[in-house]
């Protein structure tokens, strides 16, 4: 490795007695001396000098290469020593007992290599002569060691490097990738033939002696590269563009508890076609480094293809310093996590890494998010999971950077001057509102506020809920094709229809689809990477399961997901799909897509590629309702398909106490029958073991000119199910569980003289009058009227009540409004009055009324009847005669009415 040259500017020649030769390093600096023409041969040898430094890691001196060379460096703190004669590397590690040398305070080196004979036994080691090689921090602290086999000479004919290196990473055996920070005083090197003072050598201007950069020859103080922190994952620094083409080099150390977050990205330019394309020519390269589960990974294209490596063999998110070191040539390289180094070879022919962008620390900005062409491989930076920790001590290709005011030059938002971690609890005052679920970060709380129907950061903010009702949908057309390899999704549904799709990403070239549907009352995954969909609705091989969570593995070898659209409610892109999911009807709310809350920005017009028919709000679902404006109106349509299960749905609207909702017969006895008997629900089926009924269990008849919601289901264990609103029985049945059904399903009534052929446990002789809507046969949602094979009397669309309700006023006289669908008729029977509305008088002239008597009744027996009956009579105002004590005797023009001992005489 040349050292390179540059006019020099001596100091005064040295004052005569003693004096101490010092420099001043700063990073970039460093002096070397030539050995071309006086190569080093020797068998014992010695190197003393005194550092002071704030940093931890850096080189102060090495001469050699290939497999022959010494090293010393600092690295964390402690001084290490590396020496390979060809046989294989020693080394030497010298920490203080308390602290780190990088004190700012001076500390005196001494390394020596002494011949000695080994005391080995057996003839094997006899008259085997090895090298002692000693070295000593501060005359104290030693540390001894042997060389390996038969190799004994240094030989050097290189460069002796003296605080740094043109390029420290690619330095054999070198333990640090960057150069000196701090003061070396009296580097001196000596063997059995002769000595080289290196300090002074570089002050007096040798001819041999070359120096790089701004050195200084006297102390000065070099500051400490302060930590940073990143407070939030919204938190980044620019650095300039990184210049690595062909070698390069990154080291830095972190600190964090968090188990994910983008720490370095830079990328090239994309070529070739368009960005919907999965084409491999359009692949540009980049560069990254990122944790994910507490792991450390370096990710590597140099457009020929890409490599992800796990570069920690344990977790690094334990909130201790971890340091890595990073050094690439060519296709080849190497990462190193805390001394644990873990070579790697890029993929394909090239040997070029070609990056663009700036190389951002700490996460992406956030317009660059949608503007840059992420790679897929990069999960944080899809994931929006930005790094949440300290990092120090960054260099590049041997350069520090000062991340403490590239900061302040950005005017970065969220980045702290320093690291320190909180040992107080960040929980522990439950900052998370409505439910959310805290767990700690770095000096910060995380608040999940998923399943909350919360968003924000202490879950304060309500999420944004719409509403669907069959035919409705939200849209998002992404800008530009998305390439994807982790999806972090997250929504809140409520339904009661059993099937519907809540959200799909599709494109517009492609099968590749992620989505979410409701099957059969079921909660299931469908992903599809360029292959055969994957369909995940249930324990299989490859997927863990843990109480509700569940994850597992996909076959094929494609891991990409390419999309351009994210569709909930209706999938509009149907392509490349061959069964479409049902439409959704119901409520969704807090999507979140890879943190972006989609719902939310279309609701307050931060994205303008939004389309949207679905309501806003939480709104009473009514999906195309229809009217059977007569008893006699019903509608046929093709059979129930309900064989092995069946999941119904419906809503409805009535006044009407009784009529036929649904019915279908089939082979042998099965049939199925839904009706309204006395404004409650029945359920009545057969599958061939005899009919049974279930009743539903409101409390209050359903006839009240509200809508309520039905859902009748049947699974494979022939668990039968019936929900009236919030209200559920179940009924378990035995023997046959197959339900063979035939002919036409009747809706909202049958012809006049089907009802008397009606199986038994059936009730209803007359058709619904009413309204109905939402309908939902098995996950099919049927146009009522379009589809019907048949349509008798008067069944039309929309839902038109009474024209005229029950009021106080609607009847005169205390006569009770009944309200019926196309009217209220008035029930004059309490009252002494007739007509339409109770306001004919029947008994002119004399006063009629009605008395309430509460007595027990005596039957011809003498026994006493059902007390505290109530009697109704009605009487004229004629004179009441008391017979006797406890008696009451009622006269009226009927005859004369006696009862027995009196509870309570009203007479």
């Not at 994910?260 to 480094?289: E, K, P």
């Not at 806003?616 to 059977?628: E, K, Y």
């Not at 269990?697 to 668990?719: A, E, I, L």
Request: glycine share 10%; charged share 20%; hydrophobic share 35%.
């Amino acid at each position: 490795m040349p050292c390179p040259t540059q006019p020099l500017r001596f100091p005064t020649p040295r004052h005569p007695g003693k004096e101490e030769f010092v420099a001043t390093f700063k990073g970039n600096e460093f002096f070397c001396y030539d050995l071309s023409h006086n190569p080093i041969q020797s068998s014992t040898d010695e190197i003393t000098l005194a550092f002071r430094t704030l940093q931890r890691n850096g080189l102060m001196l090495h001469t050699g290469k290939s497999a022959d060379y010494v090293n010393l460096s600092l690295k964390s703190g402690a001084v290490w020593l590396v020496i390979n004669l060809g046989s294989g590397a020693f080394e030497a590690l010298v920490e203080p007992v308390n602290g780190k040398f990088n004190d700012n305070a001076w500390h005196d080196v001494r390394v020596t290599r002494n011949l000695r004979q080994h005391a080995g036994i057996g003839h094997a080691m006899v008259n085997k002569l090895h090298y002692l090689v000693t070295i000593s921090v501060d005359g104290i602290l030693t540390t001894t060691g042997y060389t390996q086999e038969d190799y004994t000479m240094l030989g050097s004919d290189d460069f002796f490097y003296i605080g740094g290196s043109p390029n420290t990473a690619d330095l054999p055996g070198s333990p640090v990738s960057n150069n000196f920070m701090g003061c070396l005083k009296d580097v001196v090197y000596k063997n059995n033939d002769f000595k080289l003072e290196l300090s002074r050598l570089a002050k007096e201007g040798d001819p041999k002696m070359k120096l790089q950069g701004d050195l200084s020859f006297r102390c000065e103080d070099v500051a400490a590269l302060d930590p940073v922190t990143f407070e939030s994952p919204e938190a980044f620094v620019a650095l300039p563009r990184w210049s690595a083409k062909r070698t390069g080099s990154i080291s830095l150390d972190f600190r964090t508890t968090e188990p994910n977050g983008l720490l370095l990205f830079s990328q090239g330019r994309r070529a070739g076609a368009g960005a919907g394309s999965h084409s491999s020519a359009q692949r540009a390269d980049y560069f990254a480094m990122e944790l994910l589960d507490g792991y450390l990974y370096l990710l590597l294209d140099m457009g020929s293809g890409g490599i992800k490596l796990r570069a920690s063999s344990r977790k690094v998110n334990d909130g201790e310093w971890c340091h890595v070191d990073f050094q690439r040539d060519g296709r080849k390289g190497s990462i190193s996590v805390n001394s644990r180094s873990t070579p790697f070879l890029a993929t394909g022919e090239s040997e070029i890494l070609d990056l663009e962008s700036e190389l951002y620390l700490g996460g992406l900005p956030e317009g660059g998010r949608v503007d840059l062409p992420l790679p897929p491989e990069v999960w944080t930076a899809a994931l929006r999971a930005g790094y949440v920790g300290c990092v120090r001590d960054l260099f590049i290709d041997g350069r520090s950077r000062d991340l403490r005011g590239l900061a302040e030059a950005q005017g970065a938002v969220g980045i702290a001057p320093f690291c320190s971690r909180e040992t107080l609890k960040q929980c522990a005052s439950a900052p998370c509102r409505n439910g959310g679920i805290c767990r700690e970060g770095w000096n910060r709380f995380v608040c999940d506020c998923v399943g909350t129907g919360f968003l924000g950061r202490v879950c304060e903010r309500e999420a944004t809920v719409l509403s669907y009702d069959g035919s409705m949908y939200m849209k998002i057309m992404l800008p530009n094709a998305m390439h994807t390899e982790a999806e972090d999704v997250s929504l809140r549904f409520m339904s009661q229809r059993a099937y519907g799709l809540m959200m799909a990403t599709t494109s517009r070239e492609s099968a590749d689809t992620l989505r979410l549907e409701l099957d059969g009352g079921q909660m299931k995954l469908t992903v599809n990477l360029g292959n055969h969909p994957a369909p995940c609705s249930g324990p299989f091989p490859g997927v863990q399961r843990r109480g509700r969570s569940m994850s597992g593995q996909m076959a094929g070898a494609h891991t990409r997901l390419e999309f351009h659209n994210i569709e909930t409610g209706i999938m509009t892109e149907r392509r490349f799909i061959s069964v479409v999911p049902s439409n959704f009807i119901g409520h969704l709310s807090g999507l979140v897509f890879n943190g972006q809350p989609y719902m939310d920005q279309c609701k307050d017009g931060d994205i303008t590629y939004c389309e949207l028919n679905a309501r806003f709000g939480l709104r009473a679902i009514v999906a195309d309702p229809v009217t059977f404006k007569s008893r006699s109106s019903y509608l046929a349509l093709a059979t129930l398909q309900a064989y092995a299960s069946m999941h119904l749905f419906f809503q409805f609207k009535t006044t009407a106490p009784d009529g036929l909702l649904l019915f279908n017969s089939g082979n042998g006895n099965d049939f199925i029958v839904i009706e309204l008997v006395k404004g409650y629900i029945h359920y009545v089926f057969d599958l061939g073991n005899g009919p049974s009924l279930m009743k539903g269990n409101s409390d209050k008849p359903v006839n009240d000119n509200q809508w309520h919601n039905v859902v009748v289901s049947r699974d494979p264990g022939n668990v039968h199910t019936l929900k009236i609103d919030s209200r559920t029985v179940t009924q378990h049945s035995n023997g046959a569980r197959n339900l063979d059904l035939k002919g036409e399903l009747y809706i909202g009534g049958l012809s006049k003289n089907m009802f008397g052929n009606l199986p038994k446990l059936v009730a209803s002789r007359d058709g619904f009058q009413g309204c109905l809507a939402s309908v939902d046969l098995n996950g099919r949602l049927p146009d009522l009227i379009a589809d019907a094979l048949h349509r008798i009397g008067q069944v039309e669309r929309g839902c038109d009540g009474p024209s005229t309700t029950c009021t106080e006023e609607s009847c005169a006289n205390q006569g009770v409004c009944l309200q019926q669908w196309d009217g209220f008729t008035c029930d004059c029977t309490m009252t002494s009055y007739g007509g339409p509305v109770c306001n004919d008088r029947e008994y002119p002239g004399v006063g009629v009324g009605v008395v309430p008597v509460r007595a027990q009744l005596r039957g011809l027996s003498g026994r006493r009847g059902s007390p505290k009956a109530m009697l109704l009579a009605s009487f004229l105002s004629l004179p009441v005669t008391r017979a006797q004590e406890g008696c009451c005797w009622l006269l009226s023009t009927l005859g004369v009415l006696s009862f027995g001992p009196v509870q309570d005489c009203c007479c």
